[in-house]
């Protein structure tokens, strides 16, 4: 099993470009997470989602959408990119919730 | 508000030296609690997990946690550390919510 599969790995975008991480989870798992980890920080929750079809916000949602068309897809979308978006983003799932989060290898995204 | 703390941003011992990693909680119930492992350029692996009963924890890779609920701790240990533990080392609670909360990590550095 691939597990939680993200792209790109490395990304630079100019200020106010847009774009989209991917992440996509072949265990079935209904829940699905994005984090982002900027240094001394820890991780931060950005939006999550329970299901198909049903997202929520996190901690710091601001400048950033997702989507869950499907179980295995939960792309995060970069609208109007600014430099506090600079950040190394984590994809996770699980199967349960509170349960193990599986973690992707992330994405690091620099904004200039 | 709900918190977790790892007082020590660094470590440093020596291989074969013991380990241990403090990890504290703010939260008015027991919540799950994890320890994740971050090796550079990858994501985080579960070490443990805490859900309830036995208050000792083992783990992968020789690790184990103990949980301590009059000091709202969750500490990591291991008896001998060896090289390729060098990593960041981070504690998360889950209060029974989607919404895990991680601590700031605590990276270690292992001298042979």
């Known amino acids: 099993n691939a597990g939680v599969t993200q792209t790109p790995k490395f990304r630079i975008l100019k200020i106010g470009q847009s774009m989209t991480l991917q992440c996509a989870q072949d265990?079935?798992?209904?829940?699905m997470y994005w984090y982002r980890q900027d240094p001394g920080m820890g991780l931060k929750l950005i939006y999550y989602?329970?299901?198909?079809?049903?997202?929520d916000k996190g901690e710091v949602p601001n400048g950033y959408n997702v989507s869950r068309s499907t179980t295995e897809d939960f792309p995060l979308r970069l609208e109007l990119a600014a430099p506090s978006q600079t950040s190394v983003y984590f994809c996770?799932?699980?199967?349960?919730?509170?349960?193990?989060?599986?973690f992707g290898e992330g994405s690091r995204l620099t904004v200039l | 508000a709900q918190s977790v703390t790892q007082p020590d941003i660094h470590i440093t011992v020596s291989e074969g030296a013991s380990l241990e990693l403090r990890c504290n909680y703010s939260?008015?119930?027991?919540?799950?609690l994890f320890w994740y492992v971050q090796s550079p350029g990858q994501g985080l692996q579960l070490l443990l997990k805490?859900?309830?009963?036995?208050?000792l924890v083992q783990g992968i890779k020789g690790f184990e946690a103990e949980f301590k609920r009059s000091q709202s701790s969750f500490n990591l240990r291991k008896p001998s550390v060896h090289w390729s533990d060098a990593a960041e080392y981070f504690c998360?609670?889950?209060?029974?919510?989607?919404?895990?909360?991680f601590g700031t990590g605590t990276r270690l550095k292992v001298l042979a």
């Open positions: 996770a799932s699980s199967y349960d919730s509170p349960g193990e989060l599986f």
């Open positions: 265990m079935n798992h209904n829940y």
């Open positions: 989602s329970v299901g198909a079809g049903i997202t």
């Open positions: 939260y008015g119930a027991t919540p799950y």
């Open positions: 805490y859900f309830s009963g036995d208050t």
């Open positions: 998360a609670v889950a209060p029974r919510t989607y919404k895990y909360i």
